[in-house]
């Protein structure tokens, strides 16, 4: 007996945040990491940790022991794209971005997006009218 095609799962929000990460790194530095997994950290947290991230001369200047100028090098240029990262948080889990913090570790290659969220918007007692948690209660 043959069983129907089960219809695909939903994609991962978690997966597509990490894919998006992913792209916006391989364009913001000309390449990007071979490992990236996103994760909540609880309901307002999002941390995202990337791994393999330094280019070929980024490698270079950290055998070097130029820790720092990486540093703070790579952390310059996140800003550039700060604002596409969060427009990739906030479309994918449709909700806003309150702060965004990045950083990275030359020394092991690991580099970390953390965004806290904007609290996830409740159902009224009608079931229909969308009020974030800390709206005043509807007359």
Known sequence: MEHP???PSAPSPLLDISN????????AFGRGPTKAR???????TLIVLLE?????AERRLVAMGEHERVRTHRLFLQQTFEDLKRAEVERI??????ASICGIDPSHDVAAEVFTLAPAVELST????PVSPSA????
């Open 5 to 7: 095609p089960s219809a």
């Open 20 to 27: 998006s990460m992913v792209r916006l790194y391989k364009e």
């Open 38 to 44: 996103a994760h909540f950290s609880g309901p307002d």
């Open 52 to 56: 393999n991230t330094l280019t070929v």
């Open 93 to 98: 889990l449709s909700r806003r971005t309150i």
């Open 126 to 129: 009608n079931g229909f009218d």
């Open 136 to 139: 005043p209660p509807m007359p």
